[in-house]
């Protein structure tokens, strides 16, 4: 199923996951799909290896089970600046072969140590790819506070304009904490000419941890009210995971008071998070 046709009928809800390291069994994230697909989402999206590491097989396999085993429909990630055309079509070959018909198209994190390839400098290029060689739905991701490379918001919305005019048909954003961030992103990409569906993305935090990472990855920034509650429960891991799924909560719903196309929700891999959120929101979604 082509997801961007949904948006036509619904507010559209969905869940990203990303494949076991190396080290672990594929099959230990069957568990957490089994829950999540008890929480009927409309699409599952998963990961590709970062940094020019690679786990494609993984994503493959995992995009794979989720739309043939667990019957949902499934997203799989594609970064682009370390493969080559060839290797892109032998990828696409492998989607078609498995059923899988929606790409998420990335030009993907630079590794500092490893030379990329010169075949896909950025998303759009990947987009264009695909678009004049297969016939797959094609996402872009979008960065409600500019990506962390661009000099400005407005040079970024310019970018994403290119993505858009490349074929991608919905945009899912980098995850935010302040909702404001996206309603002006929003208003601003809407000026563009920017007019397809675009999705927020969302991550309830469980501990501190993941805040300094999270910061430093994609440049997110954190509303008082968001730093407050880390300050007030930061030695209380319990409370603070409490919070956070209830800071997440109150995100979502507040995005959908405001008739957001859809929420994506970065799950982290933890389907007792992604249930929480789901129970919270189901009346509103």
Request: charged content about 25%; aromatic content about 8%; glycine content about 4%.
């Amino acid at each position: 199923m082509n997801i961007s046709k949904l948006f036509k009928e619904k507010r559209v809800y969905s869940f990203e996951i990303f494949p076991p390291k190396k080290t672990s069994p594929i099959d230990t994230i069957y568990n957490t799909l089994e829950e999540l697909k008890g929480l009927s989402p409309d699409f599952i999206s998963v990961t590709y290896g970062a940094g020019g590491s690679s786990n494609k097989d993984a994503t493959i396999e995992i995009a794979s089970a989720i739309k043939n085993k667990y019957k949902v429909e499934s997203v799989a990630h594609l970064p682009c600046i370390y493969l080559t055309k060839k290797n892109v079509s032998e990828m696409l070959e492998e989607f078609k072969n498995k059923g899988i018909e929606n790409i998420l198209a990335l030009r993907g994190d630079v590794n500092p140590d490893i030379p990329p390839q010169e075949d896909f400098k950025y998303a759009s290029d990947l987009i264009s790819f695909i678009k004049q060689n297969a016939d797959f739905n094609t996402i872009g991701a979008c960065y409600p506070e500019g990506h962390t490379e661009s000099k400005s918001l407005k040079e970024d919305i310019k970018n994403l304009k290119h993505k858009v005019d490349a074929g991608a048909n919905h945009l899912i954003t980098q995850l935010f904490f302040d909702n404001n961030c996206f309603y002006y992103f929003l208003e601003q990409a809407r000026k563009e000419g920017i007019h397809v569906p675009i999705q927020a993305g969302i991550m309830a935090v469980t501990n501190k941890n993941q805040i300094e990472k999270i910061v430093r990855l994609s440049g997110a920034s954190l509303p008082e009210k968001f730093t407050n509650m880390l300050d007030k429960y930061e030695n209380k891991p319990q409370e603070l995971r409490k919070a956070g799924i209830e800071y997440a909560i109150e995100q979502i719903l507040d995005l959908i008071s405001q008739d957001v196309d859809g929420i994506h929700l970065y799950t982290m891999n933890n389907a007792d998070v992604a249930k929480k959120v789901t129970e919270a929101i189901s009346k509103a979604i």
